[in-house]
């Protein structure tokens, strides 16, 4: 069996935003030179997400005022998790509700996806470096 790890690096200026990250995912998958298995992608931090949905920003538009009426950035006095002297309480929140990982299968060297599936890096408290870790088994 063969295993490949890879950290993928952001850097995003913006909070929030949502990144399709499909291309790296599938340049990991050939770079594994696997053709039959599966690939994990997760997020390395606890207000980030990995999931997989639609390119469509009319629904990225969607998700951010859902997540903003369900967990608003503030008033930051919100969140308990705020008086340890971070903002980041509905970062968190949205991350749980978004999700940390996908696994996706691998077939003949391709992700192997249903319709308009694609992989997408969640950000939701940006302005820093972070990871998603790619990993990926198989033969
Ligand atoms: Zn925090």
Same mark, same amino acid.
């Given at each position: 069996?063969?295993?490949? +790890?890879?950290? $993928?690096?952001?850097n995003v200026p913006t909070? +929030? ?21 599966l690939a994990l992608v ?24 859902? &997540?903003?009426? $369900?967990?608003?950035?503030?008033? $930051? ?5 705020? &008086? ?26 391709? &992700? ?15 302005? +820093? +470096?972070?990871?998603? &870790? ?6």
């Amino acid at each position: 069996m063969k295993s490949y +790890r890879k950290e $993928l690096w952001f850097n995003v200026p913006t909070r +929030r935003a949502f990144i399709n990250i499909t291309p790296q995912v599938q340049s990991c998958v050939e770079e594994s030179n696997v053709k039959e298995g599966l690939a994990l992608v997760n997020a390395m931090h606890i207000t980030a997400s990995v999931f997989i949905n639609d390119d469509e920003s009319g629904l990225h538009h969607d998700y951010e005022v859902w &997540l903003e009426k $369900l967990a608003p950035h503030e008033p $930051l006095s919100n969140y308990r998790h705020n &008086l340890t002297g971070e903002d980041n309480g509905d970062a968190h929140i949205k991350r749980q509700v978004m999700g940390r990982e996908v696994v996706v299968a691998i077939t003949a060297g391709q &992700l192997d996806f249903g319709p308009w599936e694609q992989i997408f890096y969640g950000e939701f408290d940006g302005g +820093r +470096r972070k990871r998603v &870790l790619v990993k990926i088994i198989g033969e």
